[in-house]
Structure formats: structure tokens, C-alpha cells
Nanobody, 121 residues
């Protein structure tokens, strides 16, 4: 069973920075993409950023120029560097990995447990 472990959330003042980390516990045979989603209270979970196996990145318009997604294949990890944080960035952030655990299995979405990010003065 693939398990995603997130870290790095917390409370930060507006304009501050945080770095989220996510590592998957077991080897995944083939990864389509890795990414971060967030869910604010009373709202749906939405995409923040995603990085493909070839390194192509996509960002939500609301975070472009402030957030950077990266990955370390050797460590089975994906990161989200968040700068110039705003109160509207407050949400639970979820790590997502879409991949196949064997050569014959279909891709599946794996999710972390979520980490709270609060931006407040």
C-alpha cells in the first residue's frame, strides 16, 4: 500500500514563506505526475501545482509567480515552495501522486493526509 507522508505546514504571516514536502513510502513503478491540491473551509479541493514525469509544471493562476513545485526522484519526493503567502492561501494542502505500482496495473491517484497552512497576522 502506497503511503504519502507530508510535512512543512504551519502558521505564517502574510508575505512569509513555507516549504511543503511529500514523500511516498514505497516505490511506484511508473509515475504520471505528482502535485499539490488545497481545500479551504467550505470549498472544493482544487489543483495548486503539478509536475509531470518529464518535469513539465502547471500552476493555478492564483499561485503563479509565488509558488514553485519540484521533485526529487531519488527520494520519491515532491516539494512546494510557497513565497509571498496571502491569507487566501489558507487551506489544507494535499499531496497527490498518480501512478502505477506495477507494469500491468492502471494508474491510480494516491493522496496524503493533508497538512494545514494558515496565513494570518
Amino acid at each position: 500500500q502506497v503511503r504519502l507522508v507530508e510535512s512543512g505546514g504551519g502558521l505564517v504571516q502574510p508575505g512569509g514563506s513555507l516549504r511543503l514536502s511529500c514523500a511516498h513510502s514505497e516505490s511506484i513503478f511508473s509515475i504520471n505526475h505528482m502535485g499539490w491540491y488545497r481545500q479551504a473551509p467550505g470549498k472544493e479541493r482544487v489543483l495548486v501545482a503539478v509536475i509531470t514525469s518529464t518535469g513539465t509544471t502547471t500552476y493555478a493562476d492564483s499561485v503563479k509567480g509565488r509558488f514553485t513545485i519540484s521533485r526529487d526522484n531519488a527520494k520519491n519526493a515532491v516539494y512546494l515552495q510557497m513565497n509571498s503567502l496571502k491569507p487566501e492561501d489558507t487551506a489544507v494542502y494535499y499531496c497527490n501522486v498518480r501512478g502505477s505500482i506495477t507494469s500491468s496495473s492502471y494508474p491510480v491517484n494516491y493522496w496524503g493526509q493533508g497538512t494545514q497552512v494558515t496565513v494570518s497576522s
